[in-house]
């Protein structure tokens, strides 16, 4: 999973399929003018137009951004942000990409790769790690170490700051469980610690969505339980993730969140209503489960939003549910939102 952060210099509106509509990312930001003076990103490696975002998409959709950026660490990552600020350039910060659909435009601003990697080991079963860690790594890791509460990551794509930024989760178990603090950069460029009981989450949902001061989740603290049996879950829910989903073909994990309140997920309401490997283009509904879309050759952007919005409408004349999008779509140019709107 990516962060799907953004800056908006003066605004900036990513589409949310979810909700038919713009989201407006509204940081604001307060740099001084001394931060300004002094800033350090001259050092940093800006690529100019030429980085495809389809290469950055677990959806392999995507045209060429303006600037690209991959940090390092946290020093870097605080550099770039601040590089955009001064030159007012909208950003997006991703991990592995697996919950962004790009346009096949590609994207006005800079796309700011997080590489922040590090795992540290405080004391058993509390573990630190960058933000950029890819999640199903920390989550072979730690049960192999014997400690449960993060046995479902070994099959979550993304990082660790997408998981906690989207609350991923799965086979009963999701990341807030497991979460002890989340370092964070606010858009003044100033650092903070956030205890678990400071945070509310929810069902794919994280108090970090709505934190309009956020620029980027840096690091994740987790405090886990010792369990003799953690490996052998972590193994079995490899093995189920292995013949239930499509497994290597170029996909973004769910699409949809699983209705609540209604008791049956959205792979069977997408089943039911006879759209397992229904095509649009290039974007095809997996026959292998139903709430993966993927992209089967030659898939571009419109193909996908044009498929999410058929079993949207599908399943809801069907069955009247309407189906919640767990991706976002990024928008090309800030000024072509409107009619891209769907």
């Given at each position: ?172 178990q999701e990341t807030a469980d497991a979460i002890h603090s989340v370092d964070i950069i606010t858009m003044d460029g100033r650092l903070h610690r956030l205890n678990r009981t400071d945070l509310n989450f929810g069902y794919r949902s994280s108090p970090f969505q709505d934190m309009q001061e956020l620029a ?81 050759g030659g898939s571009t952007s419109q193909d996908m939003l044009d498929l999410l919005d058929l079993v949207k409408e599908k399943v809801d004349q069907k069955f009247t549910v309407q189906l919640k999008e767990e991706i976002l779509y990024v928008h090309s140019h800030r000024n072509d939102v409107k009619s891209?709107?769907?």
């Amino acid at each position: 999973m990516s962060i799907p952060l953004c800056y908006k210099p003066p605004g900036l509106l990513l589409h949310s399929p979810r909700t038919r509509g713009p989201l407006l990312c509204n940081h604001s930001s307060s740099f001084s003018k001394q931060e300004q003076t002094h800033n350090n990103w001259t050092g940093l490696k800006f690529i100019r137009g030429k980085k495809l975002l389809k290469d950055l998409s677990t959806w392999g959709i995507g045209g060429p951004c303006n600037y690209f950026i991959q940090v390092l660490d946290q020093t870097q990552l605080v550099s770039a942000i601040r590089f955009c600020h001064e030159h007012s350039i909208r950003f997006v910060i991703i991990g592995k990409g697996s919950n962004c659909l790009f346009d096949d435009l590609g994207f006005d601003g800079c796309v700011i790769l997080n590489r922040i990697e590090f795992l540290e080991k405080e004391k058993p079963g509390l573990y630190r790690v960058g933000s950029g860690f890819r999640f199903n790594r920390l989550g072979v890791h730690c049960s192999n170490e014997g400690f449960t509460g993060l046995e479902f990551a070994g099959g979550i794509p993304g990082t660790v700051g997408g998981a906690t930024y989207m609350n991923a989760g799965a086979n009963g178990q999701e990341t807030a469980d497991a979460i002890h603090s989340v370092d964070i950069i606010t858009m003044d460029g100033r650092l903070h610690r956030l205890n678990r009981t400071d945070l509310n989450f929810g069902y794919r949902s994280s108090p970090f969505q709505d934190m309009q001061e956020l620029a980027a989740i840096t690091a994740v603290k987790f405090k886990l339980q010792p369990s003799g049996s953690a490996k052998r879950r972590q193994y079995e829910y490899m093995e189920r993730r292995r013949i239930s989903q499509p497994v290597g073909e170029q996909s973004a994990g769910s699409v949809f969140r699983n209705p609540l309140d209604v008791g049956v997920a959205a792979a069977e309401l997408i089943e039911k209503a006879g759209l397992k490997g229904f095509r649009v283009g290039g974007a095809m509904v997996s026959k292998m489960h139903a709430n993966f879309f993927i992209n089967c050759g030659g898939s571009t952007s419109q193909d996908m939003l044009d498929l999410l919005d058929l079993v949207k409408e599908k399943v809801d004349q069907k069955f009247t549910v309407q189906l919640k999008e767990e991706i976002l779509y990024v928008h090309s140019h800030r000024n072509d939102v409107k009619s891209k709107q769907r």
